[in-house]
């Protein structure tokens, strides 16, 4: 059975702050998403990757296959970026996401 | 604004009662994916939908259902709810032919409660 752990669960920062926030997942996967859902409850996909790294503006993710982890980095963070964070993981061929339990993140100016 | 819309945005109901929540996909796209969001489970997928037809199953209860119509939206029923049901439904869209699920995006969700 694939799980996937989120660490840590809850993270606060100051504004200006390099970020991590890591995901662990236990079975060989093809992809893996991370999603971004703000207090008002709306999701937003932030990356999508099977290998190395990809770059966003200030968001930075990489994966190591091998290892079985994911890192999601948010450099000289801000307070709007204060929301959970979600690592979801999907192997197999069809549409079928596991998701972690997500990272609650508050930034503080 | 993902281009994906959920309706309704929220739903008060009594237990027992049956429920129908909509889905309009991104504009192209074929495939579409429904995730339950509760405070004790997290988010679950349910069911996708690939051009009208059912492509993945996840942790759906009997009680639920869901199509996919010839004009690519989708609809999500609940029936015979319980509390437990209370939730934030999302639904999400993408060009993925199946294979993966290729980028997501999501609605806003529809948020039910069961009263």
């Known amino acids: 059975k694939n799980e996937v752990e989120q660490s840590p669960q809850n993270l606060t920062a100051q504004e200006g702050e390099f970020i991590t926030i890591n995901c662990s997942y236990s079975?060989?996967?093809?992809?893996l998403h991370w999603l971004q859902q703000h207090p008002g409850g709306g999701i937003v996909s932030l990356f999508m990757?099977?290998?190395g790294k990809k770059k966003h503006g200030r968001l930075i993710a990489t994966i190591n296959i091998q290892e079985k982890h994911s890192s999601l980095h948010i450099t000289a963070s801000h307070p709007r970026d204060s929301a959970v964070y979600i690592c979801?993981?999907?192997?197999?061929?069809?549409?079928?996401?596991?998701f972690g339990q997500g990272t609650t993140l508050q930034v503080k100016p | 604004d993902s281009g994906v819309t959920q309706t309704p945005k929220h739903l008060i109901t009594a237990t027992g009662q049956r429920v129908t929540l909509r889905c309009s996909p991104r504009?192209?796209?074929?495939?579409v994916y429904w995730y339950q969001q509760s405070l004790d489970q997290g988010l679950q997928f349910l069911i996708q939908?690939?051009?009208?037809?059912?492509?993945a199953k996840g942790n759906i209860l009997e009680r639920f259902s869901a199509q996919q119509f010839p004009d690519l939206h989708s609809e999500l029923n609940l029936s015979s709810l319980e509390l437990g049901d209370s939730a934030l439904y999302f639904c999400?869209?993408?060009?993925?032919?199946?294979?993966?699920?290729?980028?997501?995006?999501f609605g806003e969700g529809s948020r039910l409660t069961v009263l």
């Open positions: 999400a869209s993408s060009l993925s032919t199946g294979g993966d699920t290729g980028e997501l995006f």
């Open positions: 079975v060989g996967i093809s992809a």
């Open positions: 939908y690939y051009n009208g037809e059912e492509r």
């Open positions: 979801a993981s999907h192997s197999g061929n069809t549409g079928k996401l596991i």
């Open positions: 504009s192209g796209d074929l495939s």
């Open positions: 990757l099977s290998s």
